[in-house]
């Protein structure tokens, strides 16, 4: 008994002294076979154990210090390298590594530096016709240039330090000092995948300009990286690079994709001024990245990040497929989580916007934050195409300008924000403190809140919400709640047309009182010539000097009178400030009810209605009482 109680304590003694090497001293022996030299060839150098190894094979540097190449290290078989500690520079000289297409590759730890890159060859110049070149312009879509690349007898360069056309796998390594035309630090092909992880950092790279003059070249692009394949951010970071023109951080071709899921890609710039001349205007654009492919974002962050004229923090742009731009390539942009902040379009000239994300792609906010963004239009978004928010958060944006949180710009888009997005702490210096409606567009609101934004100008306004000329909102659902202008419209400003059939417009304020600088509207002010129908929800609680819960405008220049019918909604509880007139309405316009009530406002006179002399007025229905001191107010 006493034996067979101690066999099981034998036998994992015997085991754990096997595991731990036998009894030895427990230190665990290296893996890989050993690259015993720092040389750039010759016996054990890593030059030609790369030539000798297997596929599968994993190989270790067992030295630290610099390896100094005479030309570039190629890789074209499935190998994993472990370089902690070590510099491989390129020492001007071309570039640091190629992988080749068809080889998989995992390096660990260590340094890659030193690269000006290797001459863009023909085969991809071929390739590159079917991508727009050039400065960005911001008109919605990436255009193509006649220029032959071909042909062209400047020389361009690429992929700085690393050019990747098999699949790559970085971990704890370090990208830096690489200088070509495009992608200063790394060039990841068609059909390659490249994925950072770990400490990962591609850093101090940049993408320069091979003929600054020639405005139709492809050069300038992914200081950090161009990708025309797949690359992964799983961690590490993508910093301090620079671009002349696009994608400081990252830069994505037509048919790539871009995923972040952790990491930061932060504190990148690009460099190229916004140039206007008789027949476009240019500039820099998507200081942390930019692309003409798909774009995800789960995670991490893009932060700290600057360009001139669009996207501080991230351009989603489509493209012409030909010269005429009859069709397009039309990139996708998910966002479900991550962080967009403290990025900046540093023009202030009122040409650019987009302080953290400027798309023209398919875009779906689902999550996230976009905060802390600053630009001339735009804040947190700016969105020329399709875009549907129903989650995450758009918060404490500024702008020059105007759309604090989001500038929605072009006409027969589907834009929409329902969900529990949050568009919210935006600031505008004219107007759209939350949102701007722009250039014709529509946008449909059944959820989430447009809270606490604030137009700080005179000018204008619309301290949630800007509807402009030719532009509809629709609203059916989410609140539009405790938003400020200083001279009108603390809710929504418009010149366009608002059609209400639920959500709430509550709890905002227009803090003037001064005659010469209004002081109306602190639910809704319509600018003559714009239209409102409310059928369902609430205009309560609104503030401002006069026309507290909404102000209607009479005609102005060529502009009719502005229309309000109340066919269902109820509008209560809006009181005008300093004993003021008009608590419910001001109607200087067209004011009709058919349906819903007017109830609990308050003023010195006409607490529920004031018509102005020239204001047209008409009750076929719903309910005007219970206001303090009283209804309708006729003016004699």
């Known amino acids: 008994m006493t034996m067979n109680a101690r066999m099981p304590a034998l036998i994992l003694l ?73 510099t491989i520079d390129a020492a001007g000289k071309g570039r640091a590594l190629d992988v080749a297409k068809g080889a998989t590759v995992t390096m660990q730890g260590g340094t890659l530096k030193g690269g000006t890159g290797g001459v863009l060859p023909a085969s991809l110049r071929r390739a590159a016709l079917s991508e727009p070149t050039g400065r960005p312009s911001l008109d919605g879509v990436a255009r193509l240039q006649s220029a ?67 405005a139709t070249l492809e050069q300038g692009y992914g200081g950090g990286i161009f990708n025309k394949g797949v690359v992964n951010l799983i961690d590490g970071s993508i910093s301090g690079n620079i671009a002349a023109y696009n994608g400081a951080g990252l830069s994505g071709g037509v048919g790539s994709r871009t995923t972040v899921s952790g990491g930061r890609i932060d504190a990148n710039e690009t460099t190229y001024p916004v140039t206007v001349s008789a027949n476009d205007t240019s500039g820099s654009a998507g200081g942390g990245i930019y692309t003409l492919g798909d774009l995800t974002v789960s995670g991490g ?13 991230i351009t989603v742009q489509d493209s012409c497929i030909d010269a005429e731009c009859t069709a397009r390539n039309r990139p996708v942009l998910n966002i479900s989580g991550g962080v967009i902040e403290n990025n900046e379009q540093t023009d202030s000239s009122g040409r650019g916007g987009g302080g953290g994300i400027w798309t023209s792609g398919r875009t779906a906010i689902t ?69 701007q409606v722009g250039r014709a567009s529509q946008v449909t609101m059944d959820g989430g809140s447009i809270s606490g934004n604030v ?11 800007r509807v402009t000329t030719g532009s509809t909102f629709n609203l059916a659902g989410g609140e539009i709640r405790n938003n400020t202008a200083v001279k009108t419209g603390g809710g929504i400003t418009v010149n366009g047309t608002v059609n209400m059939t639920g959500g709430s417009i509550t709890g905002n304020t227009v803090t003037n009182r001064i005659d010469a600088r209004d002081g109306s509207g602190g639910g809704v002010r319509l600018y003559a010539g714009a239209s409102m129908t409310a059928s369902g929800g609430t205009i309560s609680n ?31 509880g809006n009181r005008a ?32 209605v004031y018509n102005t002399r020239i204001g047209l007025y008409s009750q076929t229905g719903g309910s005007v009482s219970g206001n303090n001191p009283d209804n309708v107010y006729n003016v004699p």
């Open 577 to 608: 400030d300093d004993n003021n007139v008009a608590g419910g309405f001001w109607n200087d316009g067209s004011l009709s009810i058919t349906a819903g009530s007017v109830t609990g406002n308050t003023a010195r006179v006409g607490a529920g």
């Open 455 to 465: 137009v700080t100008g005179d000018t204008d306004g619309g301290g949630g919400v």
């Open 542 to 572: 609104n503030v401002a000097w006069y026309g507290s819960g909404v102000k209607l405008d009479g005609p102005y220049q060529q502009s009719g009178r502005s229309t309000f019918v109340l066919s269902g909604a109820t509008v209560s």
């Open 301 to 313: 962050s893009v932060s700290g990040n600057k360009t001139a004229y669009f996207g501080g923090g």
């Open 148 to 214: 032959n690349l071909n042909t062209q007898a400047v020389t361009v360069t690429y992929g700085g330090v690393l050019s990747n056309a098999g699949t790559l796998t970085l971990d704890g390594v370090i990208v830096t000092g690489g200088k070509a035309n495009i992608g200063g630090g790394i060039y990841n092909m068609e059909g390659a995948t490249l994925t950072l992880k770990g400490s990962t950092n591609v850093t101090g790279n940049e993408a320069t300009l091979a003929a600054p003059a020639d």
């Open 367 to 435: 999550g996230g934050m976009v905060k802390g963004n600053t630009a001339d239009y735009g804040g947190g978004v700016n969105t020329w195409f399709d875009t549907d928010i129903t989650g995450g958060q758009i918060s404490s944006n500024r702008v020059r300008f105007a759309g604090g949180g989001v500038l929605f710009v072009n006409k027969d888009r589907v834009f929409h924000i329902g969900g529990s997005a949050r568009i919210d702490g935006n600031t505008a210096v004219t107007n759209g403190g939350g949102i």
């Open 14 to 86: 015997t085991l754990t002294l096997a595991a731990c090497g036998g009894g030895g001293t427990g230190t665990p022996t290296p893996v890989g076979t050993p690259v015993t030299n720092l040389a750039d060839s010759g016996a054990g150098s890593l030059r030609d154990t790369l030539a000798a190894a297997k596929s599968g094979d994993t190989l270790r540097l067992t030295s630290t210090g610099t390896l100094t190449l005479a030309s570039p290290l190629t890789i074209d078989r499935d190998v994993t390298i472990i370089a902690t500690g070590v």
